[in-house]
């Protein structure tokens, strides 16, 4: 069964900075396009970040310039670093592996910026 295992979510500080990994298994890493999505309560899941299995990289506008996606495909492991985090980044921040015939979520990790 494939898994993916997001960890590093927390709680901050505005202006701190969390790093967040997603572990995939049972699935060949580099076939896959990775994501990370965030829900916040009330609204819908927004996209992130992505990155293909070549490194292009996309990114949501209200995060360029603060978070970086990057993957590791030696790990089968994905990263957001989020630095300058703001109260209105609090969510709960969910990996994404997507190929052109199947879709895969992780369980998701929450993410609340407070002071």
């Known amino acids: 069964q494939v898994q993916l295992v997001e960890s590093g979510g927390g709680l901050v500080q505005p202006g701190g900075s969390l790093r967040l990994s997603c572990a995939a298994s049972?699935?060949?890493?580099?076939?896959?396009?990775m994501a990370w999505y965030r829900q916040a309560p009330g609204n819908q899941r927004d996209l992130v970040a992505s990155?293909?299995?070549?490194?292009?990289?996309n990114y949501a506008d209200d995060v360029k310039g603060r978070f970086t996606i990057s993957r590791d495909n030696a790990k089968n492991t994905v990263y957001l670093q989020m630095n300058s985090l703001k109260p209105e980044d609090t969510a709960v921040y969910y990996c994404?592996?997507?190929?052109?015939?199947?879709?895969?979520w992780g369980q998701g990790t929450q993410v609340t910026v407070s002071s």
């Open positions: 994404n592996a997507v190929s052109t015939l199947r879709a895969f």
């Open positions: 049972r699935i060949t890493f580099t076939n896959y396009k």
């Open positions: 990155i293909t299995s070549g490194g292009t990289t």
